[in-house]
């Protein structure tokens, strides 16, 4: 029906030339004002493929939240051998990889090995979870010392006294091959429980 | 309906006033063709077409590339294999190159064919050869930017050629470059052509080109006159726009067919010092490659100089020696054959240099062994470049200052000072003696300022001999 009326409004439109007979003269009037049908379906047609188009862009622009968060890496303390016997706390310094886009950030991070009560080995993290200052072994104290707000710590990172709400964090680890490996994270601080930060 | 009632007319009307977008519609729409609408014109919408897509493609991808020597070819990898959607997006911008680059050529070839040039349109051909270059130029530019063997060893030769110019060859070569040799230089004049100058050029050259075309009329079919082509006219709307459209449909749903099915690859990294790798440019570049093979010294400057320049001659001045109004091609027998000459030329010594290629057993062998290695590549996933290993260089320090390092560790100093006192959470240590004296030092380890003790730096127990060491282990730090 609309196109019918489209060719009604062409035959009343003078025309300012002569037509040859293979094609006709379109009347477009102004084009805003009078909305053909194919105009109407241009745009509708216009719209789903622009509307198509972009959802590789905005995909794109947003694979930073798409994308799932990486995972935990494991990184390596050395050789279980070594913590075999031990009765105090070892300090050790380990290599941490994170990505950071297409770039693999290896930092290096402190971490204490250490011997718990049941006597298994556990890996400890420094950080002090009052407000996150480096814990510090010190051997004539046979304590974790915390150099902000003297906090104290057992040998097995147990708390002691001062500000601190709760002991030290103890970090996933596993011995794999013989190697001990373990999941550098923090977690937050001023909380009673120990809570991982994503 | 002779005086339409118009719906939303309203808002129409509000917007009109102010912007006069009914207006310039009306203008863009209502442009007649003498003629009427015709298949052989839809490649001038198409280059728009295919420009602004090849632009959109374009910034989305400058959000995770990086244009330096050390990072381009990890970004690349990086929006190819990892980032969502970015093999097809990477890959639609560039055979987005290629599809310009023919229809730039489909585009040219009708209006040399129609004679469209003709009748009062010098300038708006001028315009046209500019943008031809233009194009070209972003075709040259954008191939080396993801830095992999081709991309590098493609533009190392692409760059030669301009060194074969006598005289100002080498002075040119060394601009293009930005030094004497292919490097980090060379990608950032490049990536800043190739996303800010050039496309800057195009969008003014596009504008005068299209006010240029519409000064001087459609041109219409070759048998019109080009200045009074007197012949019933057809506007663009409808049926020129849709043409235009079902091209921009065709266009697009054969890029993203190719991008999501046969995806743009990556080769190896560029490596300079691969003296095996056999780099081959574009196919749009492949019969200039060959056609430098033909010339040798001393008649090197004839093939690279005097023949370019006369058919560049030749191409940018059509307009004014060829003065006739005769459109039609059959009535122009030598220009046409010129025309079909070069292009049928370039088009069979491009092929040529596949087929010698093809020939050359060693030549073929190493070829297909690269592709071979891309493919490898391809499969493999990505691997994120290493970064921030910040480690000082040891240096040779004396027994004091071994003896303070210990100190340094038994006390985790490097706990909030960085190990070996790169910094942290406290301050970075290293470069602290060429602040204060090793007295001072100990001073501050013994008895800290406020300031000090407010960050959190607690007075040292160590006796005087030991915080000596320490101090004389800091003053070691040199700062990187
Ligand atoms: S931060 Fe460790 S006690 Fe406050």
């Known amino acids: 029906m609309e196109k019918k009326t489209a060719s009604e409004e062409k035959s009343m439109e003078p025309r300012r030339k002569p037509t040859s007979g293979e094609w006709v003269e379109a009347s477009v009037g102004d084009f805003l004002e009078r909305r053909s049908f194919l105009a109407f379906l241009l745009a509708i047609g216009g719209a789903l493929v622009g509307g198509l188009l972009s959802v590789p862009l905005i995909r794109f622009v947003l694979h930073p939240l798409l994308a799932q968060t990486t995972q935990l890496k494991w990184s390596e303390v050395g050789s279980i051998d070594e913590f075999k016997d031990i009765v105090k706390p070892v300090k050790r310094v380990i290599n941490v990889e994170q990505r950071d886009g297409w770039r693999k950030v290896v930092s290096e991070k402190a971490i204490y090995v250490i011997r718990a009560a049941n006597g298994q080995i556990k890996v400890l993290s420094p950080i002090c979870p009052h407000l996150g200052c480096p814990v510090a072994w010190s051997g004539e104290l046979n304590q974790f010392k915390c150099p902000c707000h003297v906090g104290a710590f057992s040998p097995e990172g147990a708390l002691i006294s001062g500000p601190p709400p709760r002991g030290m964090d103890d970090l996933d680890a596993k011995v794999e091959n013989g190697r001990l490996l373990v999941q550098y994270q923090y977690f937050r601080s001023l909380v009673p429980k120990k809570e991982p930060m994503t | ?480």
């Open chain 2, 1 to 480: 309906m002779s005086e339409p009632e118009p719906r939303n007319g309203k808002i129409i009307e509000w917007v009109d006033r102010r912007t006069g977008l009914n207006t310039i519609m009306k203008v863009a729409l209502k442009e007649p063709i003498p003629g009427g609408a015709r298949w052989a014109y839809i490649f001038g919408s198409g280059l728009i077409f295919t420009f602004m897509l090849q632009a959109i493609t374009g910034i989305f991808l400058t959000l995770y590339y990086s244009p330096s020597a050390d990072h381009a070819y990890t970004t690349v990898s990086y929006i190819t294999k990892e980032v969502t959607s970015g093999s097809l997006i990477r890959s639609i911008h560039a055979y987005g190159s290629s599809a310009m680059v023919i229809i730039l050529i489909l585009h040219l070839t009708q209006t040399f064919l129609f004679g469209s040039y003709k009748g009062r349109r010098e300038l708006l051909w001028l315009s046209g050869t500019v943008l031809f270059s233009l194009i070209l130029g972003m075709a040259f530019t954008g191939y080396l930017l993801p830095w992999d063997q081709n991309a590098y060893f493609a533009t190392t030769v692409g760059t030669n050629v301009a060194g074969e110019v006598p005289i100002v060859g080498d002075w040119i070569k060394r601009l293009m470059r930005g030094g004497n040799d292919m490097g980090t230089l060379t990608i950032s004049r490049f990536f800043s052509l190739h996303v800010l100058f050039i496309p800057a050029m195009i969008a003014i050259f596009v504008s005068l080109h299209v006010y240029l075309f519409r000064k001087a009329g459609a041109a219409g079919p070759y048998a019109a006159d080009p200045v009074e082509p007197n012949l019933p006219e057809e506007s663009f709307y409808p049926r020129q726009l849709l043409m235009d459209v079902a091209f921009a449909a065709v266009l697009i749903a054969v890029l993203a067919g190719l991008a999501r099915f046969s995806p743009a690859d990556l080769g190896p990294r560029a490596n300079p010092a691969d003296t095996q790798y056999l780099g081959r440019p574009e196919w749009y570049y492949r019969s200039v490659f060959q056609w430098l093979k033909y010339w040798n010294p001393p008649y090197t400057i004839i093939g690279v100089l005097v023949i370019p320049a006369v058919v560049g001659a030749l191409f940018v001045g059509l307009p004014f020696y060829d003065r006739r109004k005769e459109r039609r091609p059959w009535k122009r027998p030598v220009a046409v054959f010129v025309f079909l000459f070069i292009l049928g030329g370039l088009i069979y010594i491009g092929r040529a240099s596949y087929v010698e290629d093809q020939n050359n057993p060693g030549v073929r062998d190493q070829i297909l062994q690269q592709e071979k290695e891309t493919e490898r590549l391809m499969s493999q996933p990505f691997e994120p470049e290493l970064a921030g290993v910040a480690k000082a260089a040891p240096v040779a320090i004396s027994p004091a200052a071994e003896r303070g390092k210990a100190i340094f560790e038994r006390m985790a100093c490097g706990a909030c000072h960085g190990e070996g006192g790169t910094g942290g959470l406290a301050l970075k240590l290293a470069g602290i003696g060429a602040r204060f004296p090793n007295e001072k030092l100990t001073e501050l380890l013994r008895k800290p300022t406020p300031k000090m003790l407010e960050g959190g730096m607690s007075p040292s127990p160590l006796k005087d001999p030991e915080l000596k060491d320490l101090a004389e282990y800091l003053t070691s730090l040199k700062p990187f």
